[in-house]
């Protein structure tokens, strides 16, 4: 007895239907990818429209602030100038009022020169090189370590003068010692100054004076002293003794101020006071 064989078929509707669905998936997945790319290109395109539109108002924007700036600068511009009119009208304003005042008292006068002469006789023992001619030019015959200040009350300069004339002879100042044991010291100092170094410094430190346009009634105010410096002795700290003397300081070339010098003092720091009336 032969064994019977059993064929199965795939019913062809079946395949058909599958084969459907899968077409259907494709054409769903494809849609959705191109939707996807038409997107991304887009978004790609906006992004570079918009990096476009911000490069051009970020210009804009920059163009917009340099304008305001220079309108600002200009507005700032003007006011300064505005403002410097009125002050130089206010200058020349006080100075025509000084003017005026002047002509009933000189004391009201802006200063225009000061000369201080000066006479010492002083006992000490100099330092001997800073008056030696082998160290010329340096020394100047020793005005080179003398200076003049006049201060002000609270002890800060006023003016400080240059010096002009100066003359140092050694002196016989203990009658029969036989050697000389002191020196004396003629000077003559003024201001304005003429010296470079000085031209120069006065524009980067402005004393009083300079700062003010000053009159000899606003001086006399706030005079306090004539400050002067000698040569050091060799005994830098010890007192000399300063047997003659006499400090006149001439304003304008009429005004006069006597100041006391005292009988002993550091050569390096003589204070002189105003002479009371």
Request: charged fraction near 25%.
């Amino acid at each position: 007895m032969n064994a019977q064989k059993t064929t199965t078929a795939i019913p062809p509707s079946a395949s058909q239907s599958e084969i459907s669905s899968l077409s259907k998936n494709v054409q769903s997945l494809t849609g959705r990818v191109h939707l996807a790319n038409n997107l991304y290109i887009g978004f790609l395109a906006l992004t570079l429209l918009a990096s476009i539109l911000i490069i051009k108002w970020n210009g804009k924007l920059s163009s917009a602030k340099d304008d305001l700036q220079r309108a600002k600068d200009t507005d700032v511009a003007r006011e300064l100038k505005g403002k410097d009119v009125q002050i130089a009208k206010l200058e020349k304003d006080t100075a025509d009022a000084r003017l005026e005042l002047a002509k009933i008292d000189p004391l009201n006068l802006p200063i225009r020169s000061i000369r201080a002469d000066i006479f010492l006789m002083v006992r000490a023992d100099f330092l001997d090189w800073l008056f030696d001619k082998a160290f010329e030019p340096a020394v100047k015959g020793g005005a080179s370590s003398v200076s003049v200040t006049i201060d002000g009350k609270g002890g800060l300069p006023l003016v400080k003068l240059q010096c002009e004339k100066f003359e140092s002879i050694l002196w016989f100042t203990t009658p029969d010692k036989g050697e000389p044991d002191g020196r004396t010291f003629s000077m003559s100092f003024v201001w304005p100054t003429t010296d470079a170094l000085e031209v120069i410094t006065r524009d980067m430190f402005r004393y009083w004076i300079d700062r003010n346009n000053a009159s000899t009634a606003m001086l006399d105010k706030e005079l306090g002293r004539v400050f002067i410096s000698l040569p050091p002795t060799k005994e830098l700290h010890k007192p000399a003794e300063i047997l003659q003397s006499s400090c006149v300081v001439t304003i304008n070339g009429s005004i006069r101020r006597n100041f006391s010098v005292p009988k002993s003092s550091v050569t390096y720091n003589i204070f002189c006071p105003l002479k009371k009336d």
